[in-house]
């Protein structure tokens, strides 16, 4: 008997055609193979070059079921796929991901999409095809039984359907439903909707669509997680993300602040602006990169968002006070301000941090709103930037500002309220206080989310120089063993190479460093690379140089201020200034 190999019910740019056939007569030829082979009729589907590579094609049977063929984008042009994709190494299949190496090829990512998936480290128990088939027949088998709601942790999700028709439609909702019942401790998972959506549109069938989605969600990889399954989880990516906006999108940030009156509301409808906001034909090569590199993807995708955004408003500026709309709305219709090659390209030429890092920062943000009382069964606090307009009260900068340099802090840390610790019009000048450290007077502290800013005549701030030049740390080699914890200041490792490098502490001195500095140890260009802070009876210097930053003597109130090495700035106001009113702020926790 001749089998056949279904590719996708319509490829787009091939033509199907269904042929009678039936056995030949002993010693006939075979001929165009219009002949009768047997009396059951076979479909044969012929698809075009852009749709075939010599990947096994037994997987492939049935994909396309639940696809609306008269939405999905048709391809632009031939996919090039080499025979051997699944062989090559993890960084040449990145790349090939990452420049759309099977981007309009349909039938091609029917066909990879479930063997990438298998690849994806996962919990040992995890539910696979024969799980859902048990399960969905047991829920869906009695046709008086169809009516089963949607799982709680969906409520206030959004389920995109992109091109799937009616039978898709219903065949995510029972994927969904199947997922509800065998991952109970899923409470909030914004993202899941979009993404089993989109496998669906290349699964042969339901229960592989579902094994696919249930490896992603029990993934184990170190730091490569795929999917945010609670809404606390789901809240620290947000923060981590305004985190990364406000160090990557500056301009950016300074628009969305100034325009909106809650920063981090806007930040939090990040994931929407990529699932379901952005048109089919971007989301689904979001995806094919995801599957590869996991959650860090859509971190950069969503900032190229954002940089794109800034450069649409440039002109004239914000149209409207809804931002979140206007956000929404320039994602919709992102082909008309970038293509999708450009806006990946975009993505990934920001400098980011490596996923362990990110994954420090988000658990930092965790702890953060977990010390707010924001646990995994409070799946929808309320909270705004703590920045109270009304009752806000400084003499030294208006609500507004505030509002602004609030929002460039961390946002573990702006999610409490701004606090006065000290004010020279309440508490006078003396400087006896001193910070100690071992019972001895401290030098220069501070980490690299430290910064020096202007809020006028424009508002400004000067990040840590190795955020903007990376490329003036070098790495320490780690060693075998592990190092003793060393403090941050100049290094009495003999192994250093030099006394005016300076060490970053190991990551075991938790609650220290950012996490952004807290992974690695760096040989620092000088001393002064890392001076932040430092204070005495004689004065307050922040940043290091060849003269001190800012400094406010005992008897009179006098200051300097000019380029320094630690964040790169030029002298952020007159180089010498009268000190008029000194304030400090910092923040009380709940």
């Known amino acids: 008997m001749l089998q056949v190999g279904l590719s996708l019910p319509r490829s787009p740019g091939g033509a199907a055609a269904a042929f009678p056939m039936a056995e030949p007569a002993a010693g006939e030829d075979s001929g ?54 699944l062989d090559r190494p993890p960084k040449e299949l990145k790349r090939l991901a990452r420049e759309g190496c ?50 709680e942790f969906l409520e206030g999700c959004p389920m995109p359907t992109y091109c799937l028709n009616l039978h898709g439609v219903t065949a995510l909702k029972k994927i969904l439903i199947c997922v509800g019942s065998l991952f109970p401790d899923i409470t909030h998972s ?20 579902f094994e696919s989605v249930s490896r992603l969600i029990a993934s184990n990889a170190p730091h490569a997680g795929y999917i945010d399954q609670s809404f606390l989880a789901h809240q620290a990516s947000c923060m981590t993300f305004g985190d990364l906006a406000n160090k990557h999108c500056p301009a950016a940030h300074r628009l969305i602040a100034g325009a909106a009156e809650n920063v981090l509301e806007v930040y939090s409808e990040w994931l929407s602006w990529l699932f379901p906001g952005l048109p089919f034909g971007y989301a689904v090569r979001v995806l094919d990169v995801f599957l590869l590199e996991g959650q860090k993807v859509l971190y950069r995708i969503a900032l190229a968002l954002l940089k794109q955004f800034r450069l649409s408003v440039a002109p004239a500026g914000l149209q409207g006070s809804d931002i979140k709309a206007e956000l929404q709305a320039f994602v919709r219709n992102i082909a008309q301000h970038v293509t999708v ?27 953060a709103l977990m010390e707010r009382g924001i646990t995994v069964v409070q799946r929808r606090p309320c909270f705004h930037l703590a920045v109270d307009m009304q009752n806000f009260s400084s003499s030294i900068v208006t609500a507004q500002e505030m509002r602004l340099v609030w929002s460039w802090i961390p946002e573990r840390f702006s999610l409490f309220p701004p606090l006065l610790l000290f004010s020279t019009s309440q508490d006078g000048c003396s400087l006896q206080s001193e910070r100690k450290k071992n019972g001895a007077a401290s030098g220069f502290f501070g980490t690299g989310e430290c910064f020096v800013f202007t809020v006028r005549p424009e508002a400004e701030r000067y990040e840590w120089v190795l955020i903007k030049k990376p490329e003036l740390a070098k790495a320490v080699p780690r060693s075998p063993s592990p190092a003793p914890e060393r403090r941050l200041g100049p290094s009495r490792d003999s192994r250093s ?33 890392s001076m932040f802070m430092a204070g005495s009876r004689d004065g307050i210097v922040i940043g290091g140089g060849e003269k001190k930053k800012k400094k406010k003597k005992k008897k009179k109130l006098w200051g300097h201020t000019e380029h320094c090495e630690t964040f790169d700035n030029p002298p952020l106001c007159q180089e010498n200034f009268q000190v008029q009113l000194l304030e400090a702020w910092g923040f009380q926790r709940a």
């Open 190 to 209: 914004p993202l899941l909707p979009a993404l089993a959506a989109l496998l669906l549109h290349y699964s042969e069938d339901e229960a592989q669509c």
């Open 102 to 151: 099977w981007g309009w090829s349909h039938a091609g990512r029917a066909r990879l999409y479930p063997r990438l998936i298998q690849r994806v480290s996962c919990r040992l128990v995890t539910p696979d095809a024969l799980v859902y088939r048990d399960v969905a027949a047991r829920l869906f088998g009695k046709p008086s039984e169809s009516s089963h709601p949607l799982p």
């Open 497 to 529: 190479p030099s006394p005016n490098h300076l060490a970053v502490p190991s990551p075991q001195r938790r609650g220290r460093l950012s996490p952004f500095l807290a992974v690695r140890h760096f040989l620092l260009p000088s001393k002064t690379a």
């Open 341 to 367: 090659d450009k806006l990946l390209e975009r993505a990934f030429g920001i400098r980011l941090f490596s996923r362990k890092e990110i994954w420090l920062l988000q658990m930092a943000n965790r702890k």
């Open 32 to 85: 165009t193979g219009r002949e009768v082979l047997g009396s059951s009729p076979v479909t044969i589907v012929v698809t075009s070059e852009a749709d075939t590579w010599d990947i096994d094609t037994s997987a492939c049977l049935g994909c396309g079921q639940f696809v609306d063929w008269d939405k999905m984008p048709e391809p632009q042009q031939a996919a090039q796929i080499p025979r051997d994709v």
